[in-house]
């Protein structure tokens, strides 16, 4: 199984930003999709999940309204859209899979992961 998160990258206050998460080697439609950062010398949270039929999405209180999650399940592919970014988005983003329900926000009930991409949001 292989998770290959890309799209970060060096921008302003207040820009956009997608990241995408390529999935392969597992039925990538029946796996819940989450979104995890982690900022220098943080522990790692939850940005945010999508379940696997697309049906439902969480988000941490810090993002929401700002970040959203999507999935295309035909590309194998889940997107995280950022916008209105802050210095304070500055980290590494991971996506990670989870084949069961359950706590979304749990990293380590996370059976997945890739191998994460820097964003990094300047004043």
């Known amino acids: 199984v292989q998770l290959q998160a890309s799209g970060g990258g060096l921008l302003q206050s207040g820009g956009s930003l997608r990241l995408s998460c390529a999935a392969s080697?597992?039925?990538?439609?029946?796996?819940?999709m989450g979104w995890f950062r982690q900022a220098p010398g943080k522990e790692r949270e939850f940005v945010g999940v999508?379940?696997?039929?697309?049906?439902?999405?969480y988000y941490a209180e810090s993002v929401k309204g700002r970040f959203t999650i999507s999935r295309d399940n035909d590309k194998n592919t889940v997107y995280l859209q950022m916008n209105s970014l802050k210095p304070e988005d500055t980290a590494v983003y991971y996506c990670?899979?989870?084949?069961?329900?359950?706590?979304?926000?749990?990293?380590?009930?996370?059976?997945?992961w890739g191998q994460g991409t820097l964003v990094t949001v300047s004043s």
């Open positions: 990670a899979a989870k084949r069961r329900g359950g706590r979304f926000s749990t990293s380590n009930e996370y059976d997945y």
């Open positions: 080697g597992i039925t990538f439609s029946m796996l819940n």
């Open positions: 999508i379940t696997w039929s697309g049906g439902s999405t």
